[in-house]
């Protein structure tokens, strides 16, 4: 992580950086984040990233602990203080500190706030995440509004490191029907063999991903058929193409499931096509 991080008003050298052991996102896992890709020094999607943030505040009656604009400094200026311009920007937002209790505490404590920036070698991240590489199936084991950017990510964490465990980059997760919902981190995309382009509807217990939507509008630009909705895990490995989204893997092609490969085992012509679309439209639309 970079040297300074922000914590509830101050800025804070990384390694003294601390909440409360009564924070309730410690606690209770009572806390939402937003991660921001950094490019060339810019927040890529802003809009679509505080969108987000405010939903997911509001869903669990968590106050917005600033408005738009202290957060748009804060972010910036904790990417200026780290010297850092490419990487990744997080953001998490707890309930506060209140002596331990399930229920929200009445009155609301003031909502804990963190920042922290990881500096990422563009070169190597491109290189590697380029490249693409094998995704294992696992049972979706979440609860049921994963639709809220949560710190809750247990079964996220497990998942991705059983995935690591063999040798693949990340774990796609099934429903009780046998469908994709997304990755541990990610959201999932296949190009069937008709060469439509699925993405599991936001109707699903899915997270709703910024970089999901923005590619969903790059795709209609390029009328390329898109089917928003579930498709099974035989279907995905039956695929031309998959690929998955992410504000820390832009679009990364899958090239094997549960060691079947993808199409000819290398990364797909639309995979690719559309990341260096993604990546060209957040260079010129990052936020600096
Ligand atoms: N993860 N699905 C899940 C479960 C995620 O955690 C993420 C993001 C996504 C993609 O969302 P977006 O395109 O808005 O980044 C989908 C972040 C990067 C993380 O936890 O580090």
């Not at 991080?5 to 009572?30: C, K, L, P, S």
Request: glycine share 10%.
């Amino acid at each position: 992580m970079g040297r300074i991080a922000y914590v509830n008003g101050a800025y804070r050298r990384h390694a003294e950086a601390a909440v409360h052991i009564e924070d309730r996102g410690f606690q209770f896992a009572d806390a939402v984040y937003e991660v921001w890709a950094l490019v060339d020094g810019g927040l890529t999607d802003w809009d679509g990233h505080i969108a987000r943030l405010k939903r997911s505040l509001g869903e669990l009656e968590i106050a917005e602990p600033m408005s738009e604009a202290a957060l748009s400094v804060v972010l910036k200026e904790t990417v200026r203080r780290n010297g850092v311009r490419d990487g990744l920007v997080y953001l998490q937002v707890s309930r506060g500190q209140a002596a331990r209790d399930h229920a929200f505490p009445d009155p609301a404590p003031s909502p804990t706030v963190v920042v922290t920036v990881k500096p990422i070698d563009p070169k190597v991240m491109h290189a590697k995440s380029e490249a693409g590489g094998a995704v294992i199936s696992l049972p979706d084991q979440r609860w049921g509004r994963c639709d809220i950017k949560t710190v809750g990510l247990l079964p996220n964490a497990m998942a991705k490191t059983a995935a690591r465990a063999q040798g693949a980059i990340e774990a796609w997760l099934v429903d009780a029907d046998g469908c994709v919902t997304e990755g541990s981190s990610t959201n999932a995309w296949i190009v069937d063999a008709a060469g439509v382009l699925r993405t599991r509807d936001i109707g699903a217990n899915i997270l709703r991903g910024v970089t999901r939507a923005t590619l969903l509008e790059i795709a209609k630009g390029l009328q390329i058929p898109v089917v928003e909705g579930p498709f099974t895990l035989e279907e995905a490995k039956a695929a031309k193409e998959a690929f998955f989204t992410a504000a820390s893997a832009f679009v990364t092609p899958v090239t094997s499931i549960d060691g079947q490969k993808i199409g000819d085992g290398r990364p797909g012509p639309v995979a690719l096509r559309l990341r260096s679309l993604y990546i060209g439209g957040a260079r010129n639309s990052a936020r600096v």
